[in-house]
């Protein structure tokens, strides 16, 4: 009896320890899925952001690019002072490969990525009193990802090359024209910026130039009516 109770304790015992070593596995699992990006399988990310940088100061923003895949980043100012801001792209080892320009709009390309992240950076340090508001727009495009494709459907035996080299340039194609589109939500949204500030300065304008006028009106009126004002002297000469 009382070895069989041991050898219980025994079997307990390694049951416990073998919970423990599973959970700590599972643990050390998901910690090195959280530190990868959510988006590191995906063929193709685009991403538009709409960021406020204060006046005088500098934003970096980073991106995950893998290795052979295809960054591409524009920026546009949409509004805010003399409407230009500088822009700065640094690649994974630290060096900048779009060098800093005080320019309205601007955009960079890496057709071929190292892999790593790159910083974006947005530069309103000569502004020392307006802020602005920036578009930034950046897309990842693993092309390569076709080709992986194509040698998954060799291994089926199937004749797609045709089908596949379409399909990469439909893919090519497609983020042009988001590029595109990305400039013109840029120009539209200058615009717009600038007609709700034109419409601002009329109607402050306006609104001054009335009172203004309403004033000069009450003065003038004022004098007017002095002028013809007849003082009567309560004792009269004999």
Known sequence: MGLTWQRLRFNLLILVIALIASCQLIAFTSAQEAQQPWYENLPAVAMDYKVHIDAGKEDCYHQYVQAGATFYVSFSVVRGGDGMAGFAVRNP?????????????????????????????????????????????????????????????????????????????????????????????????????????????????????????LITCSIQVFFVRKLFDVRSSSKSRI
């Open 93 to 213: 080892s630290g060096t900048i490969v779009k060098p800093y320009q005080w320019q309205a709009t601007a955009d960079y390309t890496d057709q071929v990525s190292p892999g790593g992240y790159y910083s974006v950076c947005i530069d309103n340090q000569f502004s020392r009193f307006a802020g602005k508001l920036v578009n930034i727009y950046i897309t990842v495009v693993k092309y390569d990802a076709w080709d992986k494709y194509a040698k998954e459907i060799e291994e089926l035996q199937l004749n797609m090359q045709n089908f596949t080299t379409t399909i990469g340039t439909v893919e090519r194609n497609i983020n042009e024209i988001l590029g595109y589109q990305a400039h013109s939500r840029h120009r539209e949204s200058r615009d717009y910026a600038l007609l709700l500030d034109n419409n601002s300065y009329i109607q402050t304008f306006s609104i001054s130039q009335i009172i203004v006028i």
